[in-house]
């Protein structure tokens, strides 16, 4: 049994704003988020910039008790559920909904502020007591379990973490779980709180840190700015959807899977187009029939090119009817909620026809010769897209979705 | 000049990549070593950590990529940390 799917709501917290409505906004305006790093005074630190949450009080969200139990990932999480949830109008009330309802959420990184702390505590303060929710805090699981402890659902639940591509690769498995008809709805996403400072000090070594802001895929990008956040989707089974009359945002239509099998850091063509390839093949899609990808898009020298070469693989002379753009340049490359938040995008091109930019880019590199929708949004009527994430590791997981009929 | 601060250097990059010292030469570039990104990144933060200095990262006005650039670079923030006044106060614990 191969069921349709479809997506019936939608949460997002970012840089950017703080419900997936300020996100699409920011995202469509080109109106980058990236800003200096805050909250590190006296560290010295090499990272200049970065997408961080501001403006947030979690006491706004939690009362302290629950906020006890929450690393900032985890908060993150259950802020983007609520608004997905709400929007879906899904009533875990009725029949055995919360049985039949998955939750699997992607994370990179996992509770590092719980991490950090643990770390200041043990290493700098030299006291060996640790707080006692220490490890319910920081379990890669935790966004996953705390989002099915609100809402009471108690089907298949758990996380994925595959660095930069766990959000696709967590929509990938909520995918097949409606499509098989093992659920019938999934609460699915990615969430990242990694601007910490042992996280910061990791990627400083790494050299892969614009100083300046993220620009992908134009000769002038310095490489990639770390963002952080969470956006959260409800899947559901399209009979089911329609049946209670719910508003359908767009079709799942299918996901693609690869790993590059090649080197720990360094990305590989091929196996970025095999996962595209595999998308579309997944969602019986034709190469002419897509008009925008999101773009993975780090900035970084390295991705951009490889990307490209990726997408003109599978496109060939389509590639250049094609639109591509990286919103990482207004909300910056949040890991593990990377794909999450980029579903933002794709919805909202399909939804309103809109093409978000590839914001803060200059000049055009001879080694990426697409159409990147450079600064400034454009309309376009769009069917079908794709959301690429490519992940350190040689991990690739793409999405297609189609327009709702 | 052959000093210290070459012969250190020279040892990293031996070390970390596994090359024979015998290859190396000042005017190679990690490059002609063929030496990885992800070994090129490993020499740059032992050579910050013997040190204790912070290398330059994609400044034009410094050469990372080849050897003769590396040692350049070392002995000049060598000497402006030990130019560097100490801290008026020291650092709390």
């Not at chain 1, 919360?98 to 200041?120: K, L, M, P």
């Not at chain 1, 190469?287 to 490889?306: F, L, V």
Request: glycine share 8%.
């Amino acid at each position: 049994m191969n069921r349709r799917v479809v997506i019936t709501g939608m949460g997002a917290i970012c840089a950017l704003g703080h419900d997936a409505r300020q996100v699409w906004a920011g995202m469509r305006d080109g109106r980058s988020a990236i800003g200096p790093l805050i909250g590190f005074d006296g560290q010295d630190m090499r990272v200049r910039v970065a997408a961080q949450v501001r403006d947030y009080d979690p006491i706004e969200y939690f009362d302290e008790k629950k906020l006890l139990l929450l690393d900032r990932v985890s908060q993150f999480a259950l802020i983007a559920a609520r608004e997905a949830v709400a929007q879906s109008g899904l009533d875990f009330d009725s029949g055995d909904l919360r049985q039949r309802t998955a939750c699997v959420i992607g994370t990179g990184a996992g509770g590092e502020q719980t991490n950090d702390e643990a770390s200041r505590r043990l290493y700098k303060e030299d006291n060996p007591r640790l707080h006692p929710l220490s490890i319910v805090r920081r379990m890669m699981n935790a966004p996953a379990s705390q989002v099915s402890i609100e809402f009471g659902v108690t089907g298949p639940t758990f996380a994925v973490s595959s660095a930069c591509a766990s959000a696709n690769h967590a929509f990938a498995q909520a995918f097949a779980l409606v499509r098989s008809g093992a659920v019938d709805a999934a609460l699915a996403g990615g969430t990242e709180a990694c601007i910490t400072l042992g996280v910061l000090r990791a990627w400083e070594a790494m050299r892969v840190l614009a100083d300046d802001t993220c620009r992908p895929f134009c000769k002038q990008r310095r490489g990639l700015v770390l963002g952080e956040g969470a956006g959260m989707f409800v899947l559901e089974d399209f009979d089911h959807a329609r049946a209670r009359g719910a508003e359908i945002l767009a079709e799942f239509a299918g996901a693609g899977m690869s790993a590059d099998a090649v080197d720990i850091v360094m990305p590989s063509d091929l196996g970025a187009a095999r996962a595209i390839r595999s998308a579309l093949d997944d969602a019986q899609l034709n190469t002419s029939e897509i008009d925008y990808i999101n773009a993975h898009g780090t900035g970084t020298p390295a991705n951009d090119p490889t990307e490209t070469r990726a997408i003109r693989k599978v496109f060939d002379e389509h590639a250049d009817s094609l639109a591509v753009s990286s919103t990482k340049s207004v909300h910056g490359h949040a890991l593990g909620a990377a794909g999450a938040l980029e579903l933002i995008a794709v919805l909202g091109a399909l939804r309103e026809g809109v093409l978000p930019p590839t914001a803060n880019f200059v000049d055009p590199d001879p080694q990426c010769d697409l159409d990147y929708v450079p600064n400034v949004a454009r309309e376009r009527d769009v069917r079908a897209v794709l959301s690429n994430a490519f992940a350190f590791g040689g991990l690739n997981a793409v999405v297609a979705l189609r327009r709702a009929a | 000049m052959s000093d210290d601060v070459q012969q250190t250097i020279f040892g990293i990059i031996a070390k970390e990549s596994g090359l024979d010292p015998a290859k190396i030469t000042m005017d190679s570039t990690l490059k002609d070593l063929e030496i990885p990104s992800l070994d090129a990144i490993q020499i740059i933060f032992e050579i910050e950590d013997h040190y204790k200095i912070q290398m330059p990262d994609r400044d034009p006005n410094f050469d990372t990529e080849s050897v003769r650039g590396l040692v350049e670079t070392v002995r000049k923030l060598v000497a402006e940390k030990d130019a560097a006044p100490p801290p008026a106060t020291p650092p709390t614990v």
